[in-house]
């Protein structure tokens, strides 16, 4: 009986290790290569929305986009986890973030919790202060354009946390080895992220 259940044990974690080869193989061969269409032509696509391109000090980097859209200031970091970043025009007492974290609010936040599940299951890290939590709690407008945003990127994105300056947003595109940002997505990512970054700014 033991011998047996120890063999399909053993069948079980190779049939697991072959079920992945194909995923494995797909990615060794298809990220670098998207990345390197991606070096071609974002600096193009860029230009379009009115970033320009900075070149990486490393032949092996791409280096960054920059520019300003709408009054945000807008820093593409294909390299850095495929990150994005959109600044708010002024700070705000806010800290979301889809993971928890480790950090005590300090005196200026508080922890709070919305009504709304996908909003909440979204933000493991949920702290403003105590007027601007409350606005936020009363601005279903705004916490639906969070969710919508998530849910529109459900796919690509691997983190967003939103700080008193800046919405951060990592993308999981060619992660963990070859991180690059499609160009074919580079203007919807940045023009939902500054809509999100003017609601944001409304609610103060």
């Not at 092996?60 to 495929?82: C, Y």
């Amino acid at each position: 009986m033991l011998l047996k259940f120890l063999a399909i044990k053993f069948l079980h974690a190779v049939w697991l290790v072959i079920s992945f080869i194909p995923s494995i193989l797909f990615n060794i061969i298809y990220h670098p290569i998207a990345r390197k269409l991606s070096r071609r032509h974002l600096p193009e696509a860029a230009n379009r929305i009115g970033l320009v391109h900075s070149e990486s000090k490393l032949r092996s980097g791409f280096g960054q986009l920059t520019g300003v859209i709408n009054n945000h200031n807008i820093v593409v970091k294909p390299d850095e986890n495929a990150k994005v970043i959109t600044f708010l025009k002024n700070e705000t007492p806010l800290l979301l973030w889809t993971e928890k974290s480790i950090d005590r609010p300090n005196g200026k936040i508080i922890e709070f919790k919305t009504n709304d599940w996908i909003f909440n299951s979204i933000f493991k890290t949920q702290r403003a202060s105590k007027n601007f939590a409350q606005k936020l709690k009363d601005s279903p407008d705004l916490i639906n354009s969070f969710n919508h945003f998530y849910l529109d990127w459900i796919w690509s994105i691997s983190s967003i946390y939103v700080s008193d300056q800046a919405i951060y947003c990592d993308f999981n595109y060619g992660h963990p080895f070859f991180s690059y940002i499609p160009a074919s997505s580079v203007e919807k990512i940045v023009n939902d992220m500054v809509r999100l970054a003017d609601q944001i700014d409304s609610a103060k």
